[in-house]
């Protein structure tokens, strides 16, 4: 499985998939509140679904916000450091 975080201006989106299905979703306003929001939302879409961090195996960012702008950034950050980790 793995998680999937789309980022536009105005909303976030994160998916959690097995492949390619969409196993469960978890959408919020992206008011530059993202380095707030992230990490609690990856934490409770995992454990909503019964999963350890472990099951995780990698996380992905799309975005259509330039990639310099600190919301991506955040993002691309977290995701690294994940799939470091894990």
Do not use: C
Not at 10 to 16: K, N, T, V
Request: net charge positive; glycine share 2%; aromatic share 6%.
């Amino acid at each position: 499985m793995h998680l999937e975080l789309y980022l536009t201006q105005d909303i976030a989106l994160l998916y959690l998939k097995d492949k390619k299905k969409i196993i469960d979703s978890s959408i919020w306003l992206e008011n530059n509140n993202l380095s707030q929001k992230l990490l609690s939302e990856i934490d409770k879409i995992i454990r909503k679904n019964k999963l350890k961090k472990e099951d995780i195996q990698k996380i992905e960012v799309k975005s259509d916000i330039p990639v310099g702008y600190t919301t991506t950034r955040i993002a691309e950050t977290v995701a690294k450091t994940y799939n470091f980790a894990v």
